[in-house]
């Protein structure tokens, strides 16, 4: 357990529906991180945080996408309208913002759109 | 090109040989390196983390990073059953922010 937490931890929803996932990270970590990772393939990234901004967000993450960290703590990752292609592991992580920066993944929340 | 190359395996090694896991990365300017296990249906987990050329030690693993190169590969001794699992590569690269880029992850299959 790296102390990173995220919930749920599985999600099946049917197509058109929107869902929310919350992450929580390591209590000091500055950043917040979420990635997408379908099967046999390495994780990619989506966007990251420093405290409550969000500083970066891969074209992977199209406008049904959308995240927040409000007050620099908690993040919630949404997704609306729901696809079929969306049914992947998302991966949140957190590192403490300086020095090495190693960034350590929560358990995941596993969506499966139907 | 990929950004981050890694063969998918399956690599199978016998119980106490040596496991060698090599990754590629086509960014010259990465600075951070990492390796992660993962077991099927978990989430990644940190194994090592390299910054500069030349090896680094800690326990059964050695990871070894050549920037020449342009490769950073994962040595693992006296392999257990318990490593069985898929190993990413995982890179910083210099011109994202703090993002790291994956690759697809080498499946180890260590044989009683």
């Known amino acids: 357990d790296t102390g990173v937490s995220q919930d749920p931890r599985h999600k099946i929803t049917k197509r058109g529906q929107n869902v929310t996932f919350r992450c929580d990270p390591i209590s000091e970590h500055n950043r917040l991180y979420w990635y997408r990772q379908t099967l046999g393939q390495g994780p990619e990234f989506l966007t990251y945080?420093?405290?409550?901004?969000?500083?970066?967000k891969s074209r992977l993450l199209s406008d049904r996408f959308s995240a927040e960290r409000p007050k620099g703590s908690f993040s919630t990752l949404e997704i609306q309208r729901t696809e079929q292609g969306d049914s992947a592991m998302y991966l949140c992580?957190?590192?403490?913002?300086?020095?090495?920066?190693?960034?350590?993944f929560g358990p995941g929340t596993r969506l499966t759109v139907l | 090109q990929k950004e981050v190359e890694q063969n998918s395996g399956p690599l199978s090694v016998p119980e106490g040989a040596i496991a060698s896991l090599n990754c590629t990365y086509s960014d010259r300017g990465s600075q951070s390196f990492f390796w992660y296990r993962q077991y099927s249906g978990k989430s990644p987990e940190l194994i090592m983390s390299?910054?500069?050329?030349g090896d680094k030690e800690d326990g059964r693993f050695t990871a070894q990073l050549n920037k020449a190169s342009q490769y950073v590969s994962l040595l693992i001794r006296d392999s257990q059953p318990s490593d069985s699992a898929t190993y990413l590569c995982?890179?910083?690269?210099?011109?994202?922010?703090?993002?790291?880029?994956f690759g697809q992850g080498t499946r180890l299959t260590i044989n009683p």
């Open positions: 995982a890179v910083n690269p210099a011109q994202g922010a703090q993002k790291l880029v």
């Open positions: 992580a957190s590192s403490v913002g300086t020095g090495a920066d190693t960034q350590y």
């Open positions: 945080f420093q405290n409550e901004a969000q500083l970066e």
């Open positions: 390299i910054y500069s050329n």
